[in-house]
């Protein structure tokens, strides 16, 4: 099964898919960007990144492939979660995986996942048909250059003329300095006296359009009007409110995946509860919420050594 080609197919319509068990390619939308270097013109883009912490199930990759292939979630599932095993067991013998049209992922000395996408599609629906345009450098700097290479060779001659002297007698330049200066102090503040003239006009027009307006405004007919009835699914905030460290079961993309986690949880006896979407848009289910770290701490290990090793901790400040 081509995986890696449904994976694909999603990227162009969500910012986040799931391997289950492997780990979450994810989306971020990229302004368009001009390489002064090779003078070239790139349209707004899709970069993308992988997070090996984003193992949960959370329904869309396997839903939409058993609706493609027209088989049963519980067996398009089981599918999924070998190539994701195989894809893994490639990893830790050393393999570079290389998934046509999304990148390439390895592992470094440190057994960290690194990925490096590939710069082939472009999943932003809306730049759709537009690819990287050259750009022809300005010749600005080029006739810059030719202008001063032609003032080197023509030749400029100066020719000094000689200023008129007048005499003046000292009274006659001092006041002439004098009523300069009243002139256009008289000037300005004429200009200022018009200017407040007008902005007072101004503001006395503005305030007689509200005063008519506020007249001629009915809030209400004979009958009081009647607003259209709705109703909000609402959050309790005690279940936000349990504790600031949080072992976390899963992150699920459609919230009623998430409700039946948490109905599965409580039958097995743990007190799960729903911590709303992340910055992805995930809805996250904690087995337990804590106040004490250490004891959360305890929990995560429980958890991992009795029921799921995919559990992983998360605080809130």
Not at 283 to 301: F, G, I, Q, R, T
Request: include cysteine; hydrophobic fraction near 35%.
């Amino acid at each position: 099964m081509a995986l890696e080609h449904y994976i694909t197919e999603l990227l162009y319509r969500y910012t986040c898919v799931v391997i289950p068990g492997f780990g979450a390619f994810l989306t971020q939308t990229k302004s368009s960007v001009l390489d002064t270097d090779t003078h070239t013109l790139h349209p707004p883009t899709k970069m993308l990144s992988f997070n090996e912490q984003l193992t949960s199930n959370d329904g869309l990759l396997v839903s939409y492939i058993s609706k493609v292939e027209k088989t049963s979630y519980e067996v398009m599932s089981q599918k999924v979660d070998h190539v994701s095993t195989e894809w893994k067991r490639r990893l830790r013998n050393n393999e570079k995986l290389e998934l046509p049209h999304i990148g390439e992922l390895w592992l470094n000395e440190n057994s960290k996942v690194q990925f490096q996408p590939s710069a082939q599609v472009n999943y932003l629906t809306t730049s759709f048909g537009f690819s990287s345009l050259p750009s022809s450098p300005t010749l600005r700097e080029n006739l810059k250059e030719r202008v001063v290479v032609l003032e080197e060779k023509v030749p400029f001659a100066f020719t000094p003329e000689k200023r008129k002297e007048y005499s003046f007698r000292p009274y006659l330049k001092y006041a002439a300095l004098f009523l300069l200066a009243l002139a256009t102090g008289l000037t300005g503040f004429r200009a200022y006296q018009e200017i407040q003239g007008q902005q007072q006009l101004v503001k006395e027009e503005a305030q007689q359009k509200i005063s008519k307006q506020i007249q001629e405004a009915t809030f209400f007919g004979n009958r009081p009007m009647e607003l259209p009835t709705f109703t909000l699914d609402v959050i309790a905030k005690k279940d936000l409110e349990k504790g600031t460290h949080h072992v976390i079961a899963g992150a699920f993309r459609v919230k009623a995946n998430a409700d039946r986690k948490i109905r599965q949880l409580n039958r097995l006896g743990f007190e799960a509860s729903y911590l709303g979407a992340n910055d992805f848009g995930l809805h996250m289910v904690a087995y337990s919420s804590h106040d004490d770290p250490k004891e959360a701490l305890n929990a995560l290990k429980h958890v991992r050594r009795t029921h799921s090793s995919d559990a992983w901790l998360k605080s809130i400040k």
